[in-house]
């Protein structure tokens, strides 16, 4: 028997400002996609990028998708987002009072990767030679203010909400993950982002660093889009094609384990005959790791073509993530429904 005061922190109930879910240890999530809408249109908006050859200005933040969320599990600070954005700008040359204008599209900031890694895309309307010099000047100048604002949003995203997810006890208060992560947010912000002295939010050690793939299939199946996303939301046909007992909370943040407990997670997005987003992992995977899974249902005059995209896939498990939604699901559901032959 431990002595008075010492054994497992998960089951010691210290003085708390809550009293209860003592240290959050249970799991809690916080949504963050309003707050990271209006972030990042601040950060962006009216964003100028001058020159001795001209000036260019974000004049428009035309397309933001997408969703963010901080989680606390049994300690530990995990951060998701995954969005998409367009930006319109516009600009002139020195001495040229026409204004040109052009986009910058933005399709992968996420958590998978770092700021500096993000995608950014210019384009200009016009194919004139003032315009293609301010696109040069917006892809060597205006690319790299642009990964900095999202660098500044990323900073912002753990500092904003690492506050409570962790609540203090009389003696973690100074050293909890949450104050942590703000405590070196903050001077990452202070020093010199170049220096190489700042150590990288994603090497603290919030959720599990580890070696990533991306995993895309497509596969067509002979029924309605309505047909095929009830096959993945109706607990008694997911018991048929997975042979086994099954558990599905069908509502953003519940619970879905299938095959014995080996594959499990949380519904993120059910959108019914569209699109289903998952929090996916195998139990051997690293505790605490996650993939992210979107299934996107595409109705075709004759078929549905499934689209799968699953981020955070470790690498070392990528060919046996990969057969088996093959094995397990494709030819499963297709053995199990007769969905190989068309049903038209």
């Known amino acids: 028997m431990a002595k008075w005061g010492e054994g497992d922190p998960r089951w010691i109930v210290e003085d708390r400002p809550d009293a209860t879910n003592v240290n959050n240890w249970h799991w809690t999530e916080k949504d963050a996609s309003a707050w990271s809408k209006t972030k990042l ?6 964003l100028k990028v001058v020159t001795s050859e001209g000036e260019c200005e974000v004049t428009e933040v035309s397309k933001l998708e997408g969703e963010a969320s901080a989680s ?29 204008s052009g986009k910058a599209e933005i399709p992968n900031l996420s958590d998978e990767n770092d700021a500096e890694d993000v995608d950014v895309t210019i384009t200009v309307k016009t194919n004139t030679e003032e315009a293609n010099k ?3 000047m917006m892809r060597k100048d205006g690319i790299k203010l642009i990964k900095e604002k999202l660098g500044d949003y990323i900073d912002s995203l753990k500092v904003e909400f690492s506050r ?19 405590k070196t947010v903050k001077d990452k912000m202070i020093l010199n982002t170049n220096s190489a002295n700042v150590k990288k939010i994603s090497d603290m050690g919030i959720g599990v660093k580890i070696d990533t793939k991306v995993l895309t299939l497509q ?19 997911v018991r048929a094609f997975t042979r086994g007992d099954v558990t599905m909370e069908l509502e953003p943040g519940g619970k879905f384990v299938f095959f014995d407990g080996n594959v499990c997670g949380t519904y993120v997005k059910l959108e019914r005959k569209k699109q289903i987003v998952q929090r996916w992992r195998f139990k051997s995977w690293p505790d605490e790791h996650y993939s992210t899974v979107t299934l996107e249902f595409e109705q075709k005059p004759d078929h549905t073509l499934l689209k799968l995209r699953q981020t955070e896939v470790p690498a070392n498990d990528f060919e046996r993530t990969y057969q088996g939604w093959k094995n397990h699901f494709w030819r499963s559901i297709k053995s199990t429904f007769g969905l190989g032959a068309s049903l038209f």
């Open 72 to 100: 606390n599990r049994k300690g530990k600070l995990i951060f998701f987002y995954e969005w998409v954005l367009t930006l319109e700008w516009q600009g002139n040359l020195n001495g040229c009072e026409t204004k040109l």
């Open 134 to 136: 301010l696109k040069d």
């Open 164 to 182: 409570g997810m962790i609540l203090p006890s009389s003696k973690s208060s100074e050293n909890s993950p949450s104050h942590q992560v703000a």
């Open 219 to 237: 596969e067509e199946f002979k029924c309605s889009a309505e047909d095929l996303y009830e096959v993945f939301t109706d607990p008694q046909r």
């Open 41 to 46: 249109k601040d950060l962006l908006l009216d």
